[in-house]
């Protein structure tokens, strides 16, 4: 169980344009969604923590205007990238709780994002 | 403010040799600590977690971590390393304050290289 799924895996995009990425949780309902940024070799990056319903909050940094969060329903979490330059280029993982212990965090395989 | 520390960026071990990764972690409020493993290009998978019953902790693939309050570590070890425990280990803190939103504080990272 706790399975939590990302789409696309890999995208790759010209400059300019916008990139939406999605995360969902299969069989739990996820109260609470976070968005990750990984660079190679290095830690996992917070940008942001969703509550279904709600604005997410972003962490010290993060251009919200640029990393479009949305959290629509208690499956679904989108993070979409807008106006993509080629400094966005990163490996992007989400995260998933549920209420019954919502201090453990259920992973995606994370979304290669290649911006050219 | 909580945080994390993992000694040493790169352990190479032989194989069938002791593993041990340490974490030390900095936390105002009674922790929840977690060790996660990744692979390459993929998300992070859950290997045991710390949620104040145990101390000592077991987990997946062979792997255990003991939870010491008086040096404030929650190192991870596994007696006989496998060629296929090769990855990105990260160790990770939350807290149990109930309003917390379930954020967690990473390490580094450290790169476990098993030699044959």
């Known amino acids: 169980g706790a399975v939590v799924s990302q789409h696309p895996s890999w995208v790759i995009c010209k400059s300019g344009t916008s990139v939406k990425i999605e995360c969902r949780s299969l069989d739990f309902q996820a109260t609470t969604m976070f968005w990750y940024r990984q660079f190679p070799k290095q830690s996992l990056m917070l940008m942001a923590t969703s509550n279904e319903g709600s604005k997410a909050t972003y962490e010290q940094g993060v251009e919200k205007d640029k990393f479009l969060i949305n959290h629509a329903s208690l499956t679904l979490s989108t993070l979409t990238v807008t106006s993509a330059h080629p400094e966005d280029s990163s490996f992007y993982i989400c995260?998933?709780?549920?209420?019954?212990?919502?201090?453990?965090?259920?992973f995606g395989p994370g979304t290669r994002l290649t911006v050219l | 403010a909580q945080s994390v520390t993992q000694l040493g960026s790169h352990v190479s071990v032989s194989e069938g040799a002791l593993v041990l990764l340490r974490c030390n972690y900095s936390s105002s409020v009674p922790p929840y600590l977690f060790w996660y493993v990744q692979y390459p290009n993929q998300g992070l998978q859950l290997l045991l977690k710390y949620t104040s019953a145990a101390t000592l902790v077991k987990g997946i693939n062979g792997f255990e971590a003991e939870f010491k309050k008086s040096e404030t570590s929650f190192h991870l070890t596994k007696p006989s390393a496998h060629m296929s425990d090769a990855a990105e280990y990260f160790c990770?803190?939350?807290?149990?304050?109930?309003?917390?939103?379930?954020?967690?504080?990473f390490g580094q990272g450290t790169t476990l290289q098993v030699k044959p």
């Open positions: 990770a803190v939350s807290d149990q304050w109930s309003g917390n939103t379930g954020k967690l504080i």
């Open positions: 995260s998933a709780s549920e209420v019954t212990f919502p201090n453990e965090q259920f």
